[in-house]
């Protein structure tokens, strides 16, 4: 029976739909925020997205969001809607993002053309709780994909997701784009009639020379065309063809140029056909429609092309980044451009995806990472969007079988990673996806400014080397080679082994003494749990035995899927006393009584107090992993400061540890390490800082430094924080960039690699996790009991009056050879045999102190003062 549709807050009208429309063609609701929806367009034409809206009617109620479309969707053709707080695999999907993208299981989701519903999903005005679900199909922590094209008209009708749609894996994103593989991404042009082949002028407008609308013209001084949809005749110089895009570039000779700095020159030519008939130098005339294809000018439609003999190419116009303003580039759009500036390739994680590298002038950092949170991170963040270009492909392929770059081709042992450079890029500049792209008209060498290195570089090793790595999701399925896909991690047991070896080869080469783990799975420490599997992997991988992990006397730590571990080497250090756990249980309150650490929203702190073998030095590790940036905390939203969501959470947790570190460690060496998700200007560093508790690069003098990259901009989440009793014996630390500087593609995972499976992979430490592993090494004094041996005084003479000489004889009770006798710290004599000394000497002191040791273990007896 239908159900009563909310009206007043909705307004809708529920006509059926025409003729074949645009439907909604795949829903995700998965894990965080990772929530998308694909629409598709299954007719044979291209469709104006203008008057589309998605709205999202929420818990059943009038809460209702709506986002509007924009641009067009090409025949046959999907685009994919993502949340922005999704994760990176999803987001390298996304044609659009927005926050309305935030339903959850009891959500219905309306398409509308001109308030017209076309499509929905769920049913509208019931909250069915959790999830509709219905034969085994649910809409909740899964991917469901439109069995075939239909339309859903009548929202508030029962809701059965099994009719209609097919069911898939939490975060299964592998057909995303392409409704059950029917077609590829969304275009950044829109599709066309095929170009007619050149003819002979068929017309006086299609004569060679006569008048024609120049390009300036079409293009005009603002982001859009005041031409859009009328016809035009147009010549011009073809200066890049573009068979990947379908189409190629045409630019006004010099001599036809308006001189007006405003408007470019250059524009798009939209054929629709791969086999283009023209050469770049050719001069050619046409007849075609003006459009914006996703903002970007360009001529489509055409009627009639002439071939108008050759030209001279323009020559490139020089621009450089950072732009004077946020309308620099569009005064360029569809020229030949070239950058005579050195540019930093700044991000590559959709390089295997689509073929993009992100360019900058040097590397861009995080806000927060150098600057205060707020109006300066504000005033940074600004500046960054003008200091970025995407060097792409010139091809709308998704995964494509050859990624040009590096030349000849990316693979797991030929990286282009952020921080190498470019010199001279020249091409033709595009707009897509809303982002300005340069389409290389010539081979691009990448400088490999910033090579891989074996291992971490450190100055020194000192006595202790203390590292933190996030393990990106370590789930061993059951432990007994079955389990897969887990809730995280590995789908199958063939991408487990290919993450395992990739884990493995970094955590070896750390060569390390304490290890702290981030993220792997809180299954316990049983033989079959992931911290032991990972322990004795390392042991065959690093030919070392005496690896072990810290296990406490609890089932598990804390609630969260994943937790935080502590990996030592045995041979080298020895635990003092058992673990100790930072939970809302144990943890400092504040005024009003409420613990500082949330356990409900950040993993439980694993500490441990450690004594070197060596020379028995003690020092203490305590391992975090604080809530995410992009998690949802009640009262806690992104205030747009530059420090995400749950700032006030992090804070709290950081303001805890310092209260726990400064009654457990205070008289030792102690380190906060771990993935704090802060940069390092952020509340929850500043709070530490507080405690005593100072970045290890700080104290060098390295900062700022990096050991992860999100929007294509570089920052530290995770840090080695040392109190002052550290600080003092610090050696040296590093980030070791073996992850965040490497394509995505050379990870672990074999979805979308079809024709670069083994190419893409290798069992090395390169791309094993999205964070680097950060080591410090400390340089620890020795710490022995004292000698037991009494140091007696016998007797005090003024051996000469006239000189003031003193005379001090002393005894001691031993058969112990190889004494040293300090006096105020300086060696008095080394003694050969044990019982007594006579020490003369001159002073004016009124009294000295004298030391009896034993060098070899820097062992010494109680001091003794003596008085004259």
């Keep these: ?114 308030t017209v519903l076309i499509d929905s999903f769920g049913q509208l005005g019931t909250d069915p709780g959790a999830a509709w679900t219905a034969n085994g199909v649910t809409t909740v922590d899964k991917t469901l994909r439109r069995k075939a094209v239909s339309y859903d008209t009548q929202p508030s009708d029962a809701f059965d997701p099994s009719i209609e749609w097919s069911q898939f894996n939490i975060n299964d ?42 390009i300036s013209t079409i293009q005009g001084a603002g982001a859009t065309s005041p031409l859009v949809d009328q016809t035009v005749v147009v010549e011009a110089i073809v200066t890049h063809t573009l068979p990947g895009l379908r189409g190629y570039m045409i630019q ?115 806000p927060t990472q150098v600057v205060s949170p707020g109006a300066a991170a504000q005033a940074l963040a600004a500046e960054q969007r003008l200091n970025k270009i995407v ?21 797991a042992f030929n990286s282009v990673r952020a921080g190498d450079t470019i010199n001279g890029l020249t091409g033709t500049l595009f707009y897509s996806f809303n982002e300005y792209r340069i389409n290389p008209t010539q081979q691009v060498n990448i400088i490999a400014t910033n090579p891989r290195t074996a291992a971490p570089e450190l100055t020194s090793d000192g006595n202790v080397k203390v590292a933190s790595f996030n393990v990106l999701n370590y789930f061993n399925g059951d432990g007994l080679g079955g389990g897969f896909p887990t809730s995280r991690g590995a789908d199958t047991p063939l991408e487990f082994e290919r993450q395992r070896a990739k ?146 959470t992090r804070t709290r947790a950081a303001e805890a540890i310092g209260v726990f570190a400064a009654q457990q460690y205070a008289d030792i060496p102690a380190i906060v390490l771990g993935d704090l998700n802060a940069y390092a200007k952020e509340d929850p560093l500043t709070m530490l800082a507080s405690a005593g508790y100072v970045s290890a690069f700080d104290v060098l003098g390295k900062s700022p430094t990096y050991g992860y990259i999100f929007e294509n901009l570089s920052g530290q989440l995770d840090h080695m924080l040392l109190n002052a009793n550290a600080q003092q014996y610090l050696v040296d630390a590093v980030e070791w960039h073996i992850n965040a500087d490497e394509p995505l593609v050379l990870d672990y995972n074999t979805e979308n690699k079809a024709a670069n499976l083994d190419n893409y992979y290798a069992p090395d430490a390169y791309r094993s996790s999205d964070h680097d592993p950060v080591i410090v090494a400390l340089d620890l004094p020795p710490v022995y009991p004292p000698l037991d041996i009494q140091l007696q005084l016998i007797k005090v003479n003024q051996a000469n009056p006239r000189s003031g000489s003193k005379l001090v004889q002393l005894h001691w009770s031993s058969e112990q050879t190889g004494l040293t006798l300090y006096r105020d710290g300086q060696v008095v004599t080394t003694l050969s045999k044990p019982g007594r000394y006579n020490n003369q000497f001159k002073t004016q002191a009124e009294s000295v102190t004298y030391l009896l040791c034993y060098d070899a273990t820097k062992q010494c007896s109680a001091p003794l003062k003596v008085t004259f």
Excluded at 16 to 41: D, H, R, T
Excluded at 533 to 558: E, F, H, K, M, T
Excluded at 569 to 583: F, K, N, Y
Aim: a negative charge; hydrophobic letters at 40%; aromatic letters at 6%.
């Design 173 to 214: 994103f592998s057909d995303l784009g392409r409704f059950n593989g029917a077609s590829g991404p969304v275009d950044p042009v829109v599709p066309v009639d095929p170009v007619d082949p050149v003819v002979p002028p068929v017309d006086q407008s299609l004569t060679c020379g006569a008048d024609f609308t120049r």
């Design 503 to 648: 884990i493995l080869a970094a955590l070896s080469a750390l060569d390390a003494t304490v290890i702290g783990l981030m993220e792997i799975e809180n299954d316990g420490f049983a033989e079959t749990s992931a911290i032991a599997d990972l322990v004795a992997g390392l042991r065959v991988v690093s030919g070392i035995a005496d690896w072990q992990y810290v296990a406490v006397n609890a089932p598990q730590i804390g609630t969260d899927q994943i937790t935080v571990g502590i990996l030592y080497r045995a041979d080298l250090v020895s635990p003092v006393s058992a673990a100790q756990i930072l939970d809302e249980q144990n943890a400092a309150v504040d005024s009003n009584g409420v613990t500082l650490f949330d356990t409900r929203r950040n993993r439980p702190m694993l500490a441990q107090r450690f004594r070197l073998l060596d020379n028995n030095a003690e020092f203490a590790v305590m391992v975090n992993h604080l809530k995410s940036k992009a998690s949802a905390c009640a009262g806690e939203p992104n205030l747009n400061d530059g420090q995400g969501n749950c700032n006030i």
């Design 391 to 411: 060097l792409d492909d010139a091809s709308s392929v998704s995964n494509p079988a050859t990624v040009p770059y590096p030349a000849p081709g990316l693979s």
């Design 252 to 366: 006004a000779a010099d001599s036809e140029q308006d001189n007006d700095p405003q408007t470019s020159e250059g524009i798009f030519v939209f054929t629709n056909n791969a086999n283009l008939t023209v050469t770049p130098g050719q001069r050619v005339r046409l007849r075609a429609q003006v459009a914006e294809a996703f903002t970007n000018t360009q001529l489509q439609s055409i009627t009639a092309t002439v071939d108008c003999g050759t030209a001279a190419i323009p020559a490139p116009v020089t621009i450089s980044l950072p732009a004077a303003n946020a309308d620099y580039l569009e005064q360029f759009e569809g020229m030949l451009v070239q950058f005579n500036q050195e540019l930093t390739v700044n991000g590559n994680i959709t390089l295997g995806r689509f073929g993009e590298l992100v360019l900058a002038k040097g590397r861009r950092y995080t």
């Design 1 to 114: 029976m239908k159900k009563t549709l909310i009206a007043s807050a909705l307004a809708l009208v529920l006509s059926p739909v025409a003729q074949a429309e645009i439907f909604i063609s795949e829903y995700v609701e998965g894990s965080g925020n990772n929530k998308a929806l694909e629409l598709y367009n299954p007719t044979n034409q291209s469709i104006s997205l203008s008057g589309y809206r998605i709205r999202v009617s929420y818990n059943g109620g009038t809460s209702i969001q709506t986002y509007n479309l924009s641009g067009q969707l090409d025949a046959q053709t999907a685009m994919v809607i993502v949340n922005p707080n999704a994760s990176e695999a999803l987001l390298a999907l996304a044609s659009v993002t927005t926050s309305v993208a935030g339903w959850n299981g009891n959500d219905a989701i309306l398409l509308e053309k001109n």
